[in-house]
């Protein structure tokens, strides 16, 4: 009994290898930058930065109008203007190194809402692509040191999954 459960313990691994394994890459990166949902996304985050960086222009004018203001006036205004002024004019700096760091979040933060789904529609397509063609891997190429000749390029069927050319 014991020489056989020993057997069975040695002959069960080589079951698991005899089973096919077969694994294909897909270059996401190709897939994604084709994919029509990515320039419209560059599209809405340009417009995005070209209102901020209108407001930040907006600011940056107002900062030098009264810099210069100040500075053509100083001698001639008394010590609790000047103090008024200044407080003003690094009010204004203030609020533009505020502004910047509350635009940078607000950019990041509307970038990554607008690829979660472009994401999620590309991992969909992979998975599909592997269930379909039955593969037991589907990896992406820019981590591999080296793909061999008898590799799968699944990326067409990718493509072909999301109605890409």
């Given amino acids: 009994m014991k020489k056989l459960i020993i057997l069975l313990f040695l002959i069960l691994p080589l079951g698991a290898f005899a089973q096919e394994v077969k694994i294909a890459f897909v270059n996401t990166q190709e897939v994604f930058m084709a994919m029509p949902e990515v320039s419209a996304m560059e599209t809405q985050m340009a417009d995005l ?35 008024r002024r200044m407080s003003e004019i690094e009010d204004i700096r203030e609020r533009m190194d505020n502004f910047v760091q509350v ?57 072909t999954k999301l109605g890409l050319k």
């Fill in 49 to 83: 930065n070209e209102k901020y960086k209108v407001e930040l222009k907006q600011m940056q004018d107002e900062y030098t109008n009264k810099y210069s203001a100040y500075i053509a006036q100083q001698d001639s205004l008394t010590e609790n203007i000047k103090l």
């Fill in 103 to 159: 635009a940078q979040q607000d950019v990041q933060k509307k970038q990554q809402e607008l690829m979660m789904p472009i994401q999620q529609k590309l991992q969909d397509a992979i998975k599909a692509v592997g269930n379909e063609k039955g593969y037991t891997y589907i990896i992406d190429p820019a981590a591999i040191l080296h793909i061999g000749n008898g590799s799968i390029d699944a990326t067409s069927f990718v493509k």
